[in-house]
C-alpha cells in the first residue's frame, strides 16, 4: 500500500524516529513508505487496549467481546469492525493529518468505513468509551464554530475529555510573543493529541514537527483543510453513490479558500472527474493546484458562466469570499464580492441528483430560499464532518 507521509528523505532505516529537522526539510507530497516506516509510536498502547477493554465490560456491551490476533477487542455493542484491509488493532498508517495528499484511496475507503460505524455510534447510543481516557487539545488562533466544536463534540461521543482554547491568537501566551513551537511543546504535556487552527500556511507542519503526539490541522490560512476535504468527499459520495466520473464545479474565493484547494487535491485521486473553476478574477484558482490537476491527469476547466456550468455538473461547491484575506484592499474584495450565487435560478438549470455544498459559514452566496430545496447538502454536509472527525481521533489515537 502506497501513501505519503512528511519523511522524503529519510528513508535510509526502516523505522525512522520523527524528528523536527525531517520535517521542516520533507514534504508529505513525494514520500510513498513501506507500511512499516512509523515515526511517531502509537502512544500507550496498554491504555488503547484497557480502554477498549472497558467498553467491551461496560453495561451497553452485550455478549462477549472479540479477542483478536493482533490483541485488539471488538466490542459487539459498539459494532466497531475493522475495514477489510487492515487488521483491528493495527497502528493506523499517519502520524498527523496535515494535508490532503497524504491520502490514497484504500486509506480513504477505510476511512469513510470508519466514518459509516461512527455514524452507526452517534445514531444508536450517542456515546462509546473507545477513547475514555485521553485527552485532545484544540488550539484555534482562528475563529471557528463547525470545526472546532464537531471535533470537541466527536472526542465526547468517544468518551475522550477536551482542552480547549477558542481564540488561541488573542487569549494565550502567543499575545506575549511565545513561539508556536514553544506551545506545542507545552501542551502536548497536558493532552494525547492536539487540533490546531492556525492563520499562517505551513504551520501545521511547523507543529508536526515538533509534537511527539498527534497533529490534525484544522485549517492554516490560505493552506489547506484537509479534514473537511475528507468530509466533502465522504459527502460526495453519500449524496451523488460515486466518486469516480463526477463533475464538481468549485465557485467563490478559489485563490484564499483552503478548502477548495484540499478538496481539488483529493479528488485528484478519482477516475474521470472534472473540475470546473468558477470565481472573479482577483481569487482564481492559483497555478500550483491548476498544475497539480493536470499532473494526475484531472481535466479541469475555467469558466465565467455559473448558470452553464451548474447545469453540467453533480456538484456545485459555493464558498464565501474571505474578507479577513484581503487586508486593506477592501476594494478587491468588493469587487469579488456577490458575482456568483446560488439562488433559484441556479436550481432551476441543475439535475434532480445534484446538489449544493458549502464548507460554511455562508454570507449571500447561496440564497436561504435554496435551503428548503433536497438538493441542499451543506447542513448534511456540516454533520457529516463529526462522523469523519470522530474517524480520525479513533484511528490516530487507538489504530484500526
Not at 168 to 194: M, P, Q
Request: aromatic letters at 8%; hydrophobic letters at 40%; glycine letters at 6%.
Amino acid at each position: 500500500m502506497s501513501l505519503s507521509t512528511s519523511l522524503s528523505t529519510c528513508t535510509a532505516q526502516p523505522v525512522v524516529p520523527k524528528s523536527a529537522k525531517c520535517y521542516q526539510q520533507c514534504s508529505y507530497t513525494n514520500f510513498i513508505p513501506n507500511r512499516s516506516v512509523l515515526s511517531k509510536p502509537l502512544h500507550s498502547n496498554d491504555r488503547a487496549l484497557s480502554s477498549l477493554s472497558l467498553a467491551m465490560n461496560s453495561s451497553k456491551c452485550q455478549g462477549n467481546g472479540k479477542i483478536l490476533h493482533s490483541g485488539g477487542f471488538q466490542c459487539h455493542a459498539l459494532d466497531i469492525k475493522s475495514p477489510s484491509s487492515f487488521l483491528a488493532g493495527e497502528k493506523f498508517q499517519l502520524d498527523d493529518v496535515i494535508e490532503a495528499q497524504q491520502f490514497d484511496l484504500d486509506i480513504l475507503n477505510a476511512i469513510f468505513e470508519v466514518a459509516r460505524e461512527m455514524e452507526n455510534i452517534e445514531k444508536r447510543s450517542g456515546q462509546s468509551e473507545i477513547l475514555k481516557g485521553y485527552l485532545m487539545s484544540t488550539l484555534f488562533y482562528e475563529p471557528s464554530t463547525r470545526t472546532r466544536l464537531s471535533f470537541e463534540s466527536a472526542m465526547k461521543r468517544l468518551g475522550g475529555e477536551v482542552l480547549t482554547t477558542e481564540n488561541a491568537r488573542e487569549f494565550s501566551s502567543a499575545a506575549k510573543g511565545e513561539t508556536l513551537e514553544d506551545t506545542i511543546r507545552t501542551v502536548e504535556g497536558y493532552s494525547d493529541i492536539i487540533v490546531m487552527r492556525h492563520f499562517e500556511s505551513g504551520a501545521a507542519r511547523r507543529a508536526a514537527g515538533t509534537a511527539s503526539i498527534p497533529i490534525i490541522n484544522a485549517g492554516d490560512g490560505p493552506g489547506q483543510h484537509p479534514t473537511q476535504a475528507l468530509l466533502d468527499v465522504y459527502t460526495i459520495e453519500r449524496e451523488i453513490g460515486k466518486l469516480d466520473g463526477i463533475k464538481v464545479g468549485l465557485v467563490g474565493d478559489l485563490a484564499n479558500g483552503r478548502t477548495v484547494r484540499s478538496l481539488a487535491y483529493l479528488l485528484a485521486k478519482y477516475r474521470d472527474v472534472k473540475i470546473y473553476l468558477v470565481s472573479p478574477d482577483v481569487v482564481k484558482m492559483k497555478d500550483d493546484i491548476k498544475d497539480y490537476l493536470t499532473s494526475k491527469g484531472v481535466e479541469w476547466e475555467e469558466s465565467a458562466d455559473l448558470i452553464e456550468v451548474a447545469s453540467k455538473c453533480d456538484v456545485v461547491y459555493q464558498t464565501r469570499i474571505q474578507k479577513e484575506r484581503f487586508g486593506e484592499r477592501i476594494d478587491l474584495y468588493e469587487e469579488a464580492r456577490g458575482k456568483y450565487i446560488v439562488d433559484r435560478t441556479v436550481l432551476d438549470v441543475m439535475q434532480k441528483h445534484a446538489v449544493v455544498m458549502h464548507p460554511l459559514p455562508r454570507l449571500d452566496e447561496i440564497t436561504v430560499d435554496v435551503d428548503a430545496d433536497p438538493r441542499a447538502a451543506y447542513f448534511r454536509q456540516a454533520k457529516n464532518g463529526l462522523y469523519i472527525r470522530m474517524a480520525l481521533l479513533k484511528l490516530l489515537l487507538v489504530g484500526w
